[in-house]
């Protein structure tokens, strides 16, 4: 994740939170070009002739962003934390509409890319199956589906998913490498589903 001035962007957070219209048009600028650069390293692991580009995927994400109803942002970590969440969602939402256009063909993106395999071994993997099994994680173990989210989806450190967390970076670790070996366990069988 990107380092520009934490503590001055927490700040502008939480004056946008109490109401301040002046602290997001300060937030902008830097929010937006941190936004930029996750989206570009999201779009990176999509397939070759992905068609959703990185400047859509920011505008989504900061449109949902900036939209959302007196957010309480306890901290930059947390606003990317978030952020992260909606690019998965619009992720998601955009390959299934892709599947339902070309009846049945998915998005994928490398294992190599995710982590969840392997190396060496040239796979792909849906995104939506991903995604299925993400949730079916998250109602087995909600921190270890979060933890997947925030830095395979957000980009964010062990450091940064620990304090989102609110946990040890050796806890997220843990969580990161069971989690991985459960979703590359699910995903090879099978299990989760397109909707």
Partial sequence: MPQESTSEITVLL????AGDQKALDALVPSVYTA????????????????TLQSAALVNEAYLRLVGMNSPDWESRTHFFAVASQLMRQILVDYARRHRAEKRGRGK???????????????????????????????????RKAKVIELRFFGGLTF????????????????DWDTAKTWLHREIKRGRPTGR
Avoid: Y
């Fill in 108 to 142: 994928t993106i490398s294992l190599d890319d995710t982590g969840l395999v392997e190396r060496g071994k040239n796979e792909d993997l849906d995104i939506i199956a991903l995604d299925d099994a993400l949730q079916t994680l998250a109602q087995i173990d909600a």
């Fill in 35 to 50: 936004l930029e650069r996750l989206a570009h390293r999201e779009l990176r692991k999509e397939r070759p002739d992905h």
């Fill in 14 to 17: 939480q004056r946008w939170h």
């Fill in 159 to 174: 450091d940064e998913a620990a304090r989102v967390l609110k946990v040890s970076s050796m806890t997220v670790s843990r």
